[in-house]
């Protein structure tokens, strides 16, 4: 497809690795996507699945963290995340949930006092990062009140929303580990 466009001359070869880098975080995407949706329709909870994979790419997106060094290994991990929250969601009580909705809570207020971390791979500049902290902000401010209002509507829903924002937590805890280690090890 990239040739094609090349061919054409609707993009020049500086365009190339934007253009392939696109088609693989599309692709990337939609790994995701199909993966929660298979999940979601075998356990038949098709719908908390969709709160779950929403409030985690979107928090995902914005700080960072922790990147697996393979695809595979990336949506293993998420697949294994998802079937955890899942297999939780019919062990828990009402009570843990809300234990796990409020630990959503306080990751949103630490994040939001956080600058994202970048990856081995996508290293970020301090200057985008300066950028990037005012955007986490904003984001887990209107975080804690989606959060809210989903856990008010359906507590299960609350339950799948918050597991979504305590991985992303768990991934940035992780990268920013690693991007510490990096920095006092050289």
Do not use: W
């Not at 061919?7 to 199909?34: C, F, M, P, W």
């Not at 939780?88 to 994202?116: N, Q, R, T």
């Not at 902000?137 to 989606?146: D, E, N, R, V």
């Amino acid at each position: 497809m990239i040739k094609i466009l090349l061919n054409r001359g609707y993009a020049l070869q500086y365009d190339e690795q934007i253009i392939s880098y696109g088609i693989k975080y599309v692709l990337q995407v939609i790994k995701t996507l199909v993966i929660a949706i298979a999940i979601g329709s075998v356990t038949q909870k098709i719908m908390n699945t969709g709160i779950y994979v929403y409030f985690f790419i979107k928090l995902r997106k914005k700080c960072g963290g922790y990147h697996a060094p393979t695809q595979e290994i990336c949506c293993t991990l998420f697949g294994i995340f998802l079937f955890i929250t899942i297999l939780g969601d019919g062990i828990f009580l009402d009570v843990h949930k809300i234990i796990i909705i409020v630990s959503a809570f306080v990751v949103y207020l630490k994040l939001s006092y956080e600058v994202p971390c970048g990856t081995i791979q996508n290293p970020i500049p301090n200057g985008v990062k300066v950028i990037m902290a005012k955007e986490l902000k904003h984001y887990c401010q209107i975080g804690i009140f989606l959060l809210g209002g989903v856990s008010i509507l359906n507590i299960d829903m609350g339950y799948f929303a918050a597991c979504g924002v305590i991985v992303c937590g768990v991934l940035f805890g992780i990268g920013k580990q690693r991007e510490n280690e990096k920095r006092y090890n050289k």
